[in-house]
């Protein structure tokens, strides 16, 4: 469905520094170039588990840490997006109460029209699956009108998964293909402000391409979209709430 409805805040939950430019880099363009507001809440900074580079460079914890989050914010801006780091560790990412707690003060205070995290299924990175239960723990206890945080209930925003690196080992079956062909150039460069990971560029972009081609597919030939159509995929956890089927 390609509805010009624009989401007034979103919100990305995301386990470590990169994940949200690979995975969700088009849909939060779009929503900053539309005028809304796209917060990203970066759980740790991958200092662990998804700076090899780094590592291999014989840098600190602390510097890489320090290397993430200068690049995490570069990507952030060239995406439009508002970037915060909770500083969790990761590999492994511990859940806690106190960082639920976190994540509802977040809630309250962005009031998201939509969410987005990883799928709740991952075999090859339990930091990702950890960083989802709790962003939606999070959502349920910021519903709660007696939870003890600042601000008003939060309503009912939808929540989207966004596609993990292994699909289909992470039940991951795209449900939604977000057009994101205006802003894959504001895509690309957020992705080259992560050399950490430079081998996730190309990867990325040739997925934008495939999933372009799905988008196409799924759209039918009549509504004149661009040749080199670029696409991500998302997942949708709970039910679309709509009047029409059409
Ligand atoms: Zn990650």
Redesign the pocket.
């Known amino acids: 469905m390609t509805s010009g409805k624009t989401p007034h805040t979103l919100l990305v939950i995301?386990?470590?520094a990169?994940?949200f430019v690979w995975r969700a880099g088009g849909a939060i363009a779009l929503a900053a170039r539309r005028g809304g507001r796209a917060k990203v809440v970066c759980l740790s900074y991958?200092e662990r588990?998804?700076s090899a580079k780094a590592w291999r460079a014989g840098h600190t914890l602390d510097e890489i840490k320090a290397i993430r989050r200068e690049e995490a914010e570069h990507a952030a801006a060239a995406l439009g997006a508002e970037i915060e780091f909770l500083d969790a560790g990761?590999y492994p990412l511990v859940e806690t109460p106190e960082l639920v707690d976190r994540l509802v003060r977040v809630y309250r205070e962005s009031e998201p029209d939509v969410v987005l995290t990883?799928p709740l299924a991952d075999p090859y990175?339990g930091?990702?699956p950890a960083a989802a239960r709790m962003a939606l723990q999070a959502r349920v206890l910021a519903q709660a009108i007696g939870y003890d945080a600042p601000g008003e209930p939060l309503g009912a925003p939808p929540v989207f998964f966004f596609e993990p690196h292994q699909p289909e080992q992470c039940d991951f079956k795209p449900d939604v293909l977000l057009d994101i062909t205006p802003v894959f150039e504001a895509k690309r460069k957020a992705m080259e402000c992560l050399p950490a990971q430079q081998h996730m560029w190309d990867y990325y972009t040739d997925l934008a391409v495939r999933r372009g081609v799905q988008l196409k597919r799924n759209a039918g030939p009549n509504l004149g979209l661009a040749h080199d159509t670029r696409a991500e995929a998302f997942m949708r956890l709970y039910p679309q709430v709509t009047d029409t089927l059409l």
């Open positions: 995301s386990a470590h990169g994940d991958g588990g998804e990761d990883h990175n930091d990702h």
